[in-house]
């Protein structure tokens, strides 16, 4: 392995499934402001994520409908104006 390339800052943080609220504690040294308290009574970064294994429809069986509806009208609030935009209504 070469060395000096991998991070040294990992730390404990809770992860937390925005979809249906499951957290869990790993290490990570992904850079978060939020902070929550855990189980254990100590303060811990927080991370929020839109699916993991707990709400993702391979791990748990289950089809789920995701609104789609906000992310295709950011994007196009974002890129509708751009030159590759169709610029035909119809």
């Known amino acids: 392995m070469k060395k ?3 991070p040294t ?3 404990k943080v809770i992860f937390q499934d925005l979809s249906n609220g499951d957290q869990f504690m790993t ?5 978060t402001a939020d902070k ?3 189980e254990d ?3 811990y970064p927080l ?3 839109e699916i993991s294994s707990t709400s993702h429809p391979f791990f748990t069986g289950k089809m789920k409908f995701v609104d789609t509806a906000g992310r295709i009208d950011k ?3 974002k890129f509708g104006s751009s030159k590759f935009a ?3 209504k119809s």
């Open 86 to 88: 169709n610029k035909e």
């Open 47 to 49: 991370i929020k994520m």
């Open 4 to 6: 000096d390339i991998h």
């Open 36 to 38: 929550v308290t855990w």
């Open 75 to 77: 994007f196009n609030k």
């Open 27 to 31: 290490k990570s040294c992904a850079p």
């Open 41 to 43: 009574g100590n303060e």
């Open 9 to 11: 800052n990992y730390r």
